[in-house]
Nanobody, 115 residues
Framework: QVQLVESGGGFVQAGGRLRLSCAAS????????MGWYRQAPGKQRDLVAT???????DYADSVKGRFTISADNAKNTVYLQMDSLKPEDTAVYYC?????????WGQGTQVTVSS
């Protein structure tokens, strides 16, 4: 199993920046892929960005050029740097880990961007 603990959400004005952290309970070398998803009120949970064990990254079109996903293997932590935030980025952000054909989720962290 994998436990995930997110932190770093908050309230920011449009154009601002935040960094989310996701600490995993096991070495992220052993995790196939980790990522961030988000869910706005009344909407489905959508992919934001992923990073694989080979350090390949993928992003949703809506965040390309503004968000950056990275990993610190020594700390078993994945980060999501969010720059140039927009009100439409407001959502609960969830960390995800794909490990041994199972999906694991964190508890979510709220990000609110005011206009």
């Amino acid at each position: 199993q994998v436990q995930l603990v997110e932190s770093g959400g908050g309230f920011v004005q449009a154009g601002g920046r935040l960094r989310l952290s996701c600490a995993a309970s096991r070495s992220i070398f052993s995790i196939t892929r980790m990522g961030w998803y988000r869910q706005a009120p009344g909407k489905q949970r959508d992919l934001v960005a992923t990073i694989s064990s080979g350090s390949r990254t993928d992003y949703a079109d809506s965040v390309k050029g503004r968000f950056t996903i990275s990993a610190d293997n020594a700390k078993n932590t994945v980060y999501l740097q969010m720059d140039s935030l927009k009100p439409e980025d407001t959502a609960v952000y969830y960390c995800n880990a794909e490990y041994r054909w199972h999906d694991y989720w964190g508890q979510g962290t709220q990000v609110t961007v005011s206009s």
